[in-house]
């Protein structure tokens, strides 16, 4: 049987092989985007800017993403807003000893991505909430279905209308029929907030003939509906 990704979610068991590379990628997007409790403690009481360079010079990108999973700008640490802003920003000259081949990898730097938005929310003049989008749909193309994922993430967390316009071109796009794009994509609008969102689904819900992704769509309308109180 296939292990459960989500509560009443399971994969069937024509994809049981393809998701050994690929369920910790999606459990990487759940954590994200709805991190449990457990997990918000421990990021306030568990990461911090040295954790974060101990974890980049060992240069095992595996445990620096799961580092920069339950990382968050509002941690007690008074240093890691500025410090994820300089890793996101190349400041290589205040950190010359850091693996910055590591640092500038998509998989490291689309994690970041995702920490600073709620910085770029706030409309701090730091961040720019148009860089971080603009980088996140850059990263929809590529070949790792974890930066896939969080790329989706990332870009649905601003829930801007365009964006379910872009995302339904995507969707609709033959040559983007790959599982990773095909969820994070449903679950982005899942999160989102506006209307457009949910029409987008009723839509996909209309269109999609393969069973498995069906039960994708069917799951993502449910959370969109749990969300709706964000409206």
């Not at 911090?48 to 060992?58: G, Q, S």
């Not at 081949?101 to 730091?126: C, E, F, K, Y």
């Not at 003939?209 to 109180?229: G, L, M, P, Y």
């Amino acid at each position: 049987m296939c292990p459960t990704l989500l509560p009443g979610t399971t994969l069937m068991p024509g994809r049981c092989l393809f998701q050994l590379g690929f369920c910790a990628g999606v459990v990487a997007l759940i954590v994200i985007a709805n991190p449990p409790v457990g997990s918000r403690v421990f990021a306030r009481e568990g990461v911090t800017v040295d954790r974060i360079v101990d974890e980049l010079m060992a240069k095992d990108i595996a445990r620096i993403q799961d580092t920069l999973n339950i990382t968050t700008i509002v941690d007690d640490e008074p240093r890691m807003e500025p410090f994820i802003l300089d890793l996101w920003n190349g400041r290589r000259e205040k950190y010359p000893d850091l693996p910055w081949d590591i640092v500038m990898t998509p998989q490291v730097r689309i994690h970041l991505a995702n920490i600073l938005v709620p910085a770029a929310q706030l409309g701090r003049r730091s961040v720019s909430q148009e860089d971080i989008r603009a980088y996140a749909w850059s990263m929809i193309e590529s070949p790792d279905d974890k930066v896939v994922i969080e790329a989706f993430n990332a870009i649905s967390r601003f829930d801007q209308r365009e964006d379910v316009s872009r995302i339904g071109l995507y969707l609709a796009d033959d040559k983007h029929d790959g599982y990773a794009g095909f969820f994070g994509a449903v679950w982005g609008l899942a999160r989102m907030c506006n209307d457009d969102a949910s029409r987008l689904l009723d839509a996909l819900e209309k269109r999609i003939t393969d069973q498995e992704r069906q039960e994708i769509i069917a799951d993502a309308r449910s959370q969109w509906e749990v969300h709706r109180i964000c409206r």
